[in-house]
């Protein structure tokens, strides 16, 4: 039987020290701030928001919304953001997407500032991912990731890691982070020869299929550590992952569940994005 990486324990480890960072900043004068920037009303986006409220004001993060109407020119959006990357007060942006269809995604995200752009969106916070630069912050879900794996002891240093998926949200991102903390890496797509092969192989596997169940019970062996990034919904309602859980569970040494494992960290890790860049424009870093 697998050991369950849950998320809520991560959270709660993260919790604790957010909140002592941001106690160590309100004592220098910084209240760290989150900007929310939505176009529209969304269902999907307005529940996301409501979480990422409740998670910074659980830790003393305030939030500003700034909501626009779905008709809302690209230009007034751009104007928006350029508002934003120059107020001192707001420390950190989440931007919500996909944008209506009559907006250029790539003119947008590039208006941000990669200083605050905790949710890790543009070119120049991927740019730090992938050069190690100092600059920016990672994309959540693929942050989220790494702080399970920190959390409960995988180091990946040395260990084979496979990656399926090489979106710019999980799959790349997450492979650099990896490289950068040792491991070799091999990334799987849909291209890929013979992938069950490259995921048994593995000692960690990180599953980013964006498919429901897609890998199965011929993709795992013993004593793995699978991370399961996907969020699907079967005919039923019932939200599963990509990895068909009830087969990995009786082979694999450790897996995160769907639901609660990596989504339930995704959003702690964008509170810790906007504590530290509080904490780099203010130059009081931990």
């Known amino acids: ?17 957010q909140q002592a960072a941001v106690a160590r900043l309100k004592e220098k004068g910084v209240s760290p701030t989150l900007g929310i920037i939505r176009v529209g009303e969304r269902g999907d ?13 659980s830790v003393g993060v305030s939030v500003r919304v700034m909501a626009l109407p779905q008709g809302a020119t690209q230009a007034e959006l751009i104007e928006l953001i350029e508002s934003v990357n120059k107020d001192v007060s707001i420390h ?3 931007l919500f997407r996909p944008l209506p269809k009559h907006m250029d995604d790539e003119t947008v995200r590039g208006a941000l500032s990669p200083q605050k752009d905790v949710d890790g969106i543009g070119d120049g916070s991927l740019a730090g991912v992938f050069t190690g630069a100092d600059k920016g912050f990672a994309p959540c879900t693929a ?11 995988y180091d990946p240093r040395g260990k084979r890691v496979t990656v399926i998926g090489r979106s710019l949200v999980v799959g790349k991102p997450v492979a650099m982070m990896l490289l950068a903390k040792h491991a070799t890496v091999t990334i799987c797509h849909t291209r890929t020869a013979d992938m069950p092969k490259a995921c048994r192989d593995a000692e960690i596997l990180i599953v980013a299929a964006g498919r429901a ?21 079967t005919e039923d309602g019932k939200m599963c992952g990509d990895a068909d859980f009830e087969a990995a569970e009786p082979v694999v040494g450790a897996i995160t569940p769907v639901p609660g494992g990596v989504g339930t960290v995704t959003t702690s890790v964008l509170v810790g994005n906007v504590i530290t860049a509080a904490e780099r424009m203010a130059g009081c870093g931990q």
């Open 1 to 17: 039987m697998a050991k369950l990486l849950e998320g809520r324990l991560v959270v709660a480890a993260l919790k604790e020290k």
């Open 45 to 57: 986006d307005i529940a996301y928001e409501k979480g990422a409220i409740k998670r910074c004001e």
């Open 92 to 94: 950190g942006v989440l």
């Open 143 to 153: 942050q989220a990731c790494m702080e399970i794996l920190d959390h409960f002891g």
């Open 213 to 233: 169940g897609v890998v199965g019970k011929e993709f795992f062996s013993p004593g793995q550590v699978v991370i399961d990034v996907g969020i699907n919904f």
